[in-house]
């Protein structure tokens, strides 16, 4: 076709440069990327972000090819509504040689959909929904009839609704990816219900943080579920960030002591997160009225259902007790899934992980838990971290059979698969984060002799 402009690999990189924020994007120009060859305009007076239900996850896509996550998060049609936003092609002499790996599981998904894998069991989902709640009844009916009475029950009713919003959270999470219905306006529905009521995170800020950690996972400065200092340090990279901080020796102390310290920073996450929900919910991110409104109303519903629970029918000392139990158990729990998915595994700088095409990506910075019961209950499916990665809208009662045909072919193109128990998940994130206490420990004595 004439007339249709050309881009080099430079152009698209140039446009990216400074746009970190949707404000950076929307006042900075052409921000382009490229999909499937062709290149697509997001910035300045485009009014992309107004129209994606993505949100600012694009943002971790430009100045790259990202044919690969919108492979993984988007239906079919969804290349067409990009029209829009179409500006040109790709040259010829940037595209590179055809992925071989990329090839095969193009050819893996057609085979998964043939053999029905992506299509859900809409009884498996009631029963999971059903049984989630039963574990919230049960805290409840402890709290209710034994509050001013038992510690005892005081603590068990503590430890079941971590349990229960633990599990909320996984719950959530498989509407949230779309797994359960083909109408996405269903799985958001659900997700509201368990997402917000149930549990007291914002679908808006989960999808705005989570879908980024997909797009970009353990690539350093662009991957939020990696960006812990300075409490954590994950990579030798983050090291390199103590001059960020004002105050240095704090950063030091607290990553020099990181394998000591890190199960109690767990157990603090889920207030942390519960924080930073409402409070993205009451700034400036680019969310539609009615969607706002939805979100403040539902967070609401939780908050008056959870404190009321909390302080009506229990003591004052053992509503505190239920408090610190239900809040920093669920802490402990839901982050401890989330550092065995990735945590402990390579992290690479955006110029390092230009080496591998997005599924290879996802691979080798993942990290699968051998299946058993408890592991696939506890984790929420999430101990097939790779497969997930690889397919995002794959119930997760399907996993264990795409498991063997995703090791099959990462074994044919030599790409590094990584499984392993449970524990030695977690041994080798305590080996991780203890190397870099020790590398810390190293520059925290040089600052002090100098």
């Known amino acids: 076709m004439t007339g249709v402009r050309t881009f080099t690999w430079a152009e698209i990189e140039q446009s990216a440069l400074k746009k970190k924020t949707i404000l950076d994007v929307e006042k900075g120009g052409p921000a382009y990327m490229a999909i499937h060859n062709k290149v697509y305009d997001i910035g300045a007076g485009t009014g992309f972000f ?35 936003f179409y500006v040109g092609d790709l040259d010829p002499k940037e595209i590179g040689k055809p992925n071989e790996f990329k090839k095969d599981i193009e050819i893996l998904r057609t085979k998964l959909t043939e053999m029905g894998c992506f299509e859900s069991s809409k009884l498996y989902y009631v029963y999971k929904v059903a049984s989630t709640l039963s574990i919230c009844l049960a805290s409840a009916y402890l709290v209710i009839n034994y509050g001013r009475t038992s510690t005892l029950a005081v603590v068990a009713a503590g430890l079941l609704m971590a349990v229960f919003f633990q599990q909320s959270g996984w719950l959530a999470h498989d509407f949230l990816h779309h797994q359960v219905f083909k109408n996405r306006t269903y799985n958001d529905a659900m997700g509201y219900m368990i ?48 001059s960020d ?106 110029q390092e992980a230009k080496q591998f095409d997005f599924y290879e990506l996802q691979v080798v910075t993942g990290r699968d838990v051998i299946s058993t019961t408890f592991s696939d209950w506890f984790t929420g499916g999430l101990n097939y971290q790779i497969e997930h990665h690889m397919f995002p809208t794959l119930p997760r009662h399907s996993f264990a059979k ?40 190293k520059i925290r004595y040089a600052a002090k002799s100098e």
């Open 50 to 84: 107004r129209m994606h239900p993505g949100g600012a996850v694009a943002i971790s896509q430009l100045g790259k090819d990202a044919s690969g996550a919108f492979e993984v998060f988007h239906t079919e049609n969804a290349e067409a509504m990009m029209s829009d």
């Open 195 to 242: 997402g917000n009521v149930w549990q007291g995170f914002s679908v808006s800020w989960w999808k705005d943080k989570h879908c980024v950690h997909h797009s970009v996972p353990n690539i350093h400065g662009e991957d939020p579920d990696i960006n812990t200092m300075p409490f954590l340090a994950w990579s030798e990279h983050a090291l390199e960030m103590f």
């Open 245 to 350: 901080f004002k105050d240095t020796d704090v950063a030091r102390f607290m990553i020099t002591n990181q394998p000591i310290l890190f199960f109690p920073i767990l157990g603090v996450a889920r207030m942390a997160w519960a924080t930073s929900s409402i409070r993205f919910n009451l700034g400036d991110k680019v969310i539609n009225p009615t969607q706002a409104l939805i979100e403040k109303l539902t967070l609401a519903v939780h908050w008056s259902w959870y404190l009321t629970l909390t302080f009506a029918f229990c003591t004052p000392l053992r509503a505190l007790l239920f408090l610190f139990l239900s809040q920093c158990g669920c802490g402990l729990l839901l982050a401890f899934v989330f550092t065995v998915n990735h945590n402990g595994m390579p992290v690479y700088s955006p």
């Open 402 to 441: 795409v498991q063997p045909l995703v090791e099959e072919l990462c074994k044919k193109h030599d790409v590094s698969f990584h499984k392993t128990s449970l524990l030695g998940g977690a041994s080798e994130i305590l080996d991780r984060l203890s190397g870099l206490a020790k590398q810390a420990a």
